[in-house]
Each structure stands twice: as structure tokens, then as C-alpha cells.
């Protein structure tokens, strides 16, 4: 399967992560957001790296769009890993709450733009064929193949 359905479909799967959160949050304890969050970071965390790793270092970075959009998914990627450290310093359980519902809405917003030009991008400028390689070394990395 290609990279960039495969990266959808992971989209999808978190997206379901984000909504038992968004139900569940307002009643959780301090340390259950807090292992809520780790969850989360750590789904999110393989995510970035499997996109930063596979995705974003086999576009050429010659084309000014390709560059651009590159930095600021990737400097994305950097915002939300720190924002999940500032969840887990939180002392507050009504901050720590705001926090982690406010880093779930960024994150859609963020899926949102690389479903929309991203993913378009990559499709056009690596074509099937090397998406297919990139998919099955993505699917080798998370176990789901032998090759």
C-alpha cells in the first residue's frame, strides 16, 4: 500500500483516540490526563517520526513549496511534542485539561493540512510507485510485514 494511505489511515485511528479523549477528559483525574496525554504523545510521536523519516526526507527539497511546507510541517511536529511536555508539567488539573483538548484541536487542524497539500504534494512529485516502496518500509517498521 502506499505511504500516503497508509499515513491517512493513521490519521483515522488517532482521530478515534481524539474523541474517547475529548468525551472522557472532563472527567478524568489529573494523573488520568496525564496518561491520557502519554498515549497520545507517544501515537503522535511514531506518527511525526514515520512522516518526518519516510514522507518529508524523500521530497526534493529544490522547490521552494516543497521547502517551505516541509519547515512548517516540521516545525509543526516540534511545536506538538512540546506542547505535550508542558501537559506533563502542569500542576493544574483544569489547565492541564485546556491544554490537552487545545493540543487535540491543533493536531486535527494539522492532519487537516497535510490530508489537503502535503499528501497532494507527495503523490505528485514521488508517484505511485515510490510510494509504494516508502509504504512497505513503513509497514516493515510498525511490524506489519516480514520483508
Known amino acids: 500500500m502506499n505511504l500516503v494511505n497508509l499515513l491517512q ?6 482521530r478515534t483516540a481524539f474523541d474517547h479523549t475529548e468525551k472522557a477528559a472532563p472527567a478524568w483525574t489529573l494523573s488520568q490526563l496525564r496518561e491520557g496525554a502519554s498515549l497520545l504523545e507517544s501515537l503522535l510521536l511514531a506518527h511525526s517520526a514515520a512522516e518526518d523519516q519516510l514522507l518529508f526526507d524523500s521530497l526534493p527539497p529544490k522547490h521552494e513549496g516543497v521547502r517551505t511546507t516541509l519547515g512548517a510541517m516540521r516545525d509543526e511536529h516540534d511545536r506538538i511534542a512540546a506542547a505535550f511536555r508542558q501537559i506533563h508539567a502542569e500542576k493544574s488539573i483544569l489547565e492541564s485539561r485546556r491544554l ?7 493536531i486535527r487542524d494539522h492532519f487537516a493540512v497535510e490530508e489537503r497539500v502535503l499528501f497532494g504534494l507527495a503523490q505528485d512529485t514521488l508517484g505511485d510507485a515510490q510510494l509504494e ?10 511490524g506489519l510485514s516480514r520483508a
Do not use: C, D, K, T
Request: charged residues 25%; without cysteine; aromatic residues 4%.
Open 9 to 14: 489511515g493513521e490519521h483515522a485511528g488517532i
Open 100 to 106: 490537552l483538548l487545545r493540543i487535540i484541536a491543533h
Open 133 to 142: 516502496v516508502l509504504g512497505s518500509e513503513f509497514a516493515r517498521r510498525r
